[in-house]
Nanobody, 115 residues
């Protein structure tokens, strides 16, 4: 069992930055692929960014060149640095840990981009 706890969400003005963190329990963090998803009101949850156990990253097109996913295996933590935020980035952001048939989710953190 893996428990995930997100933090770092909040209210930010357009063009601003936030850094989300996701702390994972357990001893096997390093072998999981970690991802950030988001869900806006009335929309389906979508993948934002993913980082493999080996450090390879992938992003949805709408956040490329603005968001950066990273991981610190020594701290069992994955990060999402979000720059140049736009109102359309407003959503609840969820952390995900994936390995084979296993998927674990955090409780989500709200990000609101508004002036």
């Amino acid at each position: 069992q893996v428990q995930l706890v997100e933090s770092g969400g909040g209210l930010v003005q357009p063009g601003g930055s936030l850094r989300l963190s996701c702390a994972a329990s357990g001893s096997f963090f390093r072998i999981f692929a970690m991802g950030w998803y988001r869900q806006a009101p009335g929309k389906q949850r979508e993948l934002v960014a993913v980082i493999s156990s080996g450090g390879n990253t992938n992003y949805t097109d709408s956040v490329k060149d603005r968001f950066t996913i990273s991981r610190d295996n020594a701290k069992n933590t994955v990060y999402l640095q979000m720059n140049s935020l736009k109102p359309e980035d407003t959503a609840v952001y969820y952390c995900n840990a994936h390995l084979s048939k296993y998927d674990y989710w955090g409780q989500g953190t709200q990000v609101t981009v508004s002036s």
